[in-house]
T-cell receptor, first 114, second 112 residues
Framework: NAGVTQTPKFRVLKTGQSMTLLCAQD?????MYWYRQDPGMGLRLIHY???????AKGEVPDGYNVSRLKKQNFLLGLESAAPSQTSVYFC?????????????FGPGTRLTVT | EDKVVQSPLSLVVHEGDTVTLNCSYE??????LLWYKQEKKAPTFLFML????IEKKSGRLSSILDKKELSSILNITATQTGDSAIYLC????????????FGEGTQLTVNP
């Protein structure tokens, strides 16, 4: 099992450009999440999904959109990148079953917006 | 708004020392508290504490939940250089489903 994978690992964007980050999990988890991590601020939830075709806003959703067309994939989009979106982005997933709070994280995507 | 605060934000110790990391929370309808270890990349799960189970142990690491003080501590005894990492505390609250609210993290550095 690969667990949770993220594509790409690194990306540099210019202000105003758009991009999509892809998260894939092979654990058949129902829940998926996108976080950003900035120095001194821990992990902050951007958007999450409780199942295929459903998404919801987290703590810091502005400037991002998401889609969950397939159970195993969760996409994070930046329509018009801003320098404030420079961050490390983590995707995570968790099961609906016995331990729904135990989230499994991907390796992260380091995004720089110039 | 749910809030999780960790202290200290950074800590430098020598191998063999014992360290205590702190996590306090202000949430509505507390359900669980989790500890994660983050080395170079992805956070990895360490412990989950619920109201029904206040202490967890795994080798040199142990964690206690103090429901009265709304806090938790993570103890690491006989530290090793491999313990160097960011330790993240997260809380699940009543209306958040499976969503986690994370603290800022404690950066632990263990020097040889």
């Amino acid at each position: 099992n690969a667990g949770v994978t993220q594509t790409p690992k690194f990306r540099v964007l210019k202000t105003g450009q758009s991009m999509t980050l892809l998260c894939a999990q092979d654990m058949n988890h129902e829940y998926m999440y996108w976080y950003r991590q900035d120095p001194g601020m821990g992990l902050r939830l951007i958007h999450y999904s409780v199942g295929e075709g459903t998404t919801a806003k987290g703590e810091v959703p502005d400037g991002y959109n998401v889609s969950r067309l397939k159970k195993q994939n969760f996409l994070l989009g930046l329509e018009s990148a801003a320098p404030s979106q420079t961050s490390v982005y983590f995707c995570a997933s968790s099961s609906l079953g016995r331990r729904p709070y135990e989230q499994y994280f991907g390796p992260g995507t380091r995004l720089t917006v110039t | 708004e749910d809030k999780v605060v960790q202290s200290p934000l950074s800590l430098v110790v020598h191998e063999g020392d014992t360290v205590t990391l702190n996590c306090s929370y202000e949430v509505t309808n507390f359900r669980s508290l989790l500890w994660y270890k983050q080395e170079k990349k992805a956070p990895t799960f360490l412990f989950m504490l619920t109201s029904s189970g206040i202490e967890k142990k795994s080798g040199r690491l142990s964690s206690i939940l103090d429901k009265k003080e709304l806090s938790s501590i993570l103890n690491i005894t006989a530290t090793q250089t491999g313990d160097s990492a960011i330790y993240l505390c997260a809380v699940v609250a009543g209306t958040s489903g499976s969503r986690l609210t994370f603290g800022e993290g404690t950066q632990l550095t263990v020097n040889p």
